[in-house]
T-cell receptor
């Protein structure tokens, strides 16, 4: 199964831009790159999904290089409320999503 | 829509008792998923349904676990008999068929199960 690798944790300060990089060397042609966010005591929440190049929505941007072997989630001007676990997943179209251990982002004042 | 609804939000029971977790997916969603989350194992997919039919139950730990979806608006996950190692947060999620939103899954608030 295609697998993703991302840092276990990251620290940042309010107002800074945070970039979380995910590696997926074995990504398949039909796979989409998807990011979820999970706050304590809540279920994961979809943030963004992309296939190639750049995708932007009201929450984040997703940068995907041409070889698609990695991707970077960019959170502009983070606030304390962005403290959460961020999961990078490959959407294979098989419906079953495989969540790794995610990246625990801690935003400090 | 109120989103995915799960009940109860918290459940404390004793070993050997039967536990039933309930889920109401978002109206119109074709897929329903049950996940389990623990500190040790993270978030694991247990089973998912498409149009009320179980498609993949390979994540169900053992025969003590069973899931049903009698109609498009209701699903249950049952553990009988429960054991302390079943203590976890159980999430239900639903999604549309692949389309504009792809496979985006919408998660419920979860049920925190404690088996004493």
């Amino acid at each position: 199964l295609a697998k993703t690798t991302q840092p276990i944790s990251m620290d940042s300060y309010e107002g800074q831009e945070v970039n979380i990089t995910c590696s997926h060397n074995n990504i398949a042609t039909n796979d989409y790159i998807t990011w979820y966010q999970q706050f304590p005591s809540q279920g994961p929440r979809f943030i963004i999904q992309g296939y190639k190049t750049k995708v932007t929505n009201e929450v984040a941007s997703l940068f995907i290089p041409a070889d698609r072997k990695s991707s970077t989630l960019s959170l502009p001007r983070v606030s304390l409320s962005d403290t959460a676990v961020y999961y990078c997943l490959l959407d294979t179209g098989r419906r079953a999503l495989t969540f790794g251990s995610g990246t625990r982002l801690q935003v400090q004042p | 829509d109120a989103g995915v609804i799960q009940s109860p939000r918290h459940e404390v029971t004793e070993m050997g008792q039967e536990v039933t977790l309930r889920c109401k997916p978002i109206s119109g969603h074709d897929y329903l998923f049950w996940y389990r989350q623990t500190m040790m194992r993270g978030l694991e997919l247990l089973i998912y349904f498409n149009n009320n039919v179980p498609i993949d139950d390979s994540g169900m730990p053992e025969d003590r676990f069973s899931a049903k979806m009698p109609n498009a608006s209701f699903s249950t996950l049952k553990i009988q008999p429960s054991e302390p190692r079943d203590s976890a947060v159980y999430f239900c999620a639903s999604s549309l068929a692949r389309g504009v939103e792809g496979d985006t899954q919408y998660f419920g608030p979860g049920t925190r199960l404690t088996v004493l």
